[in-house]
């Protein structure tokens, strides 16, 4: 998905006229990276669950899809950006993160989301799915997406407590510049007090 408008890009990919997004921005990418965390493990669950024939396994089925497309879903949030503000999270953390590894992280965890999808197809079809294909999906795929998201989380937390520092420190440089202005300000009109006073001490002289 092409996104225009305000990106968070910073460094080389940095274009004019883009803008970081505020606080609220990153602390919803955090809550969103914290909760992908979350839901690729329950994805791996909800395999296991759905891969056992019986009487809830629909049920196993439908929540184990819906489960797979709310982590595609919020997986392209991150990566493209929130197609109502047309802003993406494109940090140089975050983008290291992702190109990190070979394959690249990016590339795995969009592996991940085509497989689990297969998985779907494969349960719809009444396709039988191997007992090691569904464990190493769990014990190896989930885990390697858990510790993606993790460093993703990660690396929000510090741009967002790299913000923070930012802030702090161009309040107190505008302190700064508002107490450095007060001052020449103020000698500003005791210089012309005093030249006022040397006026009328010269008049008052010549008198």
Known sequence: MAVAGNLCLQGDDARPGDAPPDATRFLGWLNLAARQRML??????????????GPAQG???DTFAAAVEDFAAAHRTLMDGD????????TPRVLAVWADGSPSARTRVDAFVREARQFIADLA????????????????????????????ARAVEADLA???RRRSEDRRLSTERLDAAA??????RYARRLASDAEIAAVHAGA
């Not at 001052?183 to 500003?188: E, F, K, L, Q, V």
């Open 59 to 61: 049920g196993h089925r």
């Open 125 to 152: 079809e009444g396709r039988p799915i191997q007992i090691l294909r569904r464990e190493t999906f769990v014990a190896e795929t989930c885990s390697d997406v858990l510790a993606v998201m993790d460093r993703i």
């Open 162 to 164: 790299d913000r923070a």
């Open 40 to 53: 690729s493990q329950r994805i791996g669950l909800l395999l296991l669950l759905a891969a056992e024939p």
């Open 183 to 188: 001052r020449d300000i103020a000698a500003a």
């Open 83 to 90: 197609a109502d503000a047309e802003v993406r999270l494109a």
